[in-house]
């Protein structure tokens, strides 16, 4: 019975032990399951925020590519405004031209209707202060409006 009883309890001891390795494996294993559910949450945090970061960007680039059209356009409008302007003063040089040519004209018309009017006496006047002749030309019945051109 004495064996019996040694038998039994290095059995019991052994049962132990296995139970303590049991035990602790267990333990081990609640911790690498408590582990591996932190883990499992880090990643579903991660890819939210991956997935948060992807609409960021998506989004920056659709204003990007929104101010990128923008800015076409308005360099469309621009180069076209700038064409306008070109017309625009080339038509006011050849307005100013045209004017300038009707004016002198005009000058030369009057100074040929004085030359050829009844005004003679009045075109010579002597400066006293200057000691020499000046001409002066006759006050006109009617005085010529500058008449300006306009093309459309």
């Known amino acids: 019975m004495q064996t019996e009883h040694q038998a039994l309890l290095a059995k019991v ?12 494996q267990s333990a081990d ?8 559910a932190d883990l499992e949450s880090e990643v ?25 059209e923008q800015l076409q356009n308005s360099k469309a409008v621009i180069q ?33 209707q004085i030359s050829h009017s009844n005004f003679s006496t009045q075109t010579w006047a002597t400066t006293e202060n200057l000691g020499g002749v000046r001409i002066a030309k006759p006050p006109s019945p009617k ?10």
Do not use: F, W
Request: negative net charge; glycine residues 2%; contains cysteine.
């Open 13 to 24: 001891r052994e049962g132990e032990t296995a139970l303590e390795e049991l035990r602790s």
């Open 29 to 36: 294993c609640r911790a690498e399951q408590e582990k591996a």
């Open 44 to 68: 579903a945090r991660l890819r939210e925020k991956i997935h948060h970061l992807d609409d960021m960007l998506k989004s920056q680039q659709r204003k990007v590519r929104q101010m990128i």
């Open 80 to 112: 076209s405004k700038d064409s306008t302007i070109q017309e625009l003063q080339e038509k006011i040089a050849y307005l100013e031209a045209e004017n300038l040519e009707m004016h002198d004209r005009m000058e030369h018309l009057i100074e040929k």
């Open 143 to 152: 005085s010529m409006p500058l008449i300006r051109v306009v093309e459309t």
